[in-house]
T-cell receptor, first 113, second 110 residues
């Protein structure tokens, strides 16, 4: 069975550019989560969706970050404009419910120069 | 604010020694989950504890949920180099979302 699929695996871009991260959750999972991980701040929940609807976006750092889930099999996290402090590993995870065990993708390693 | 405190932040052991990480909350938890993240990898779900005083084992790993459901521990007996990684506990907040602890990073001297 396919797990959570994220793309790209790595992204290096210059500050000011738009960055779009993509995620395909496990089929049948109705909760999807976006996390950011850094050495300084650990694993932070940015936003999560339940049945394609954003439930809690209190972790989104600022207006430069936005996330969408147009259907049950696809979500995007967009940063515009990007800044060097956005450099981190971004994980997408999905689960059968908001408080159920989560399955993580391999992550996107983002570097903003 | 911090929902759950995980200690220690780092632990270095000799291969063959035991290892324990603790997760503590000021509020009663409905359940607690444990994850492992290998260096360069992603968090992987290990187990979920639900009942007060529950103890579960996975080979050399023993997971406990406190009687008051406010704390939990993960104990590894006779560590091996494959146990290297960061161990996270995660708790449900307001029945809505999972909040991860800061993690305990385990390194092992072979």
């Amino acid at each position: 069975d396919a797990g959570v699929i994220q793309s790209p695996r790595h992204e290096v871009t210059e500050m000011g550019q738009e960055v779009t991260l993509r995620c395909k959750p496990i089929s049948g999972h109705n909760s999807l989560f976006w996390y950011r991980q850094t050495m300084m701040r650990g694993l932070e929940l940015l936003i999560y969706f339940n049945n394609n609807v954003p439930i809690d976006d209190s972790g989104m750092p600022e207006d430069r970050f936005s996330a969408k889930m147009p259907n049950a099999s696809f979500s995007t996290l967009k940063i515009q404009p990007s800044e060097p402090r956005d450099s981190a590993v971004y994980f997408c995870a999905s689960s059968l419910g908001a408080n159920q065990p989560q399955h993580f993708g391999d992550g996107t390693r983002l570097s903003i120069l | 604010g911090q929902q759950v405190m995980q200690i220690p932040q780092y632990q270095h052991v000799q291969e063959g020694e035991d290892f324990t990480t603790y997760c503590n909350s000021s509020t009663t938890l409905s359940n607690i989950q444990w994850y492992k993240q290998r260096p360069g990898g992603h968090p992987v779900f290990l187990i979920q504890l639900v009942k007060s005083g529950e103890v579960k084992k996975q080979k050399r790993l023993t997971f406990q949920f406190g009687e008051a459901k406010k704390n939990s521990s993960l104990h590894i007996t006779a560590t091996q180099t494959t146990d290297v990684g960061t161990y996270f506990c995660a708790v449900v907040v307001l029945r809505q979302k999972l909040v991860f602890g800061q993690g305990t990073r385990l390194t092992i001297n072979p």
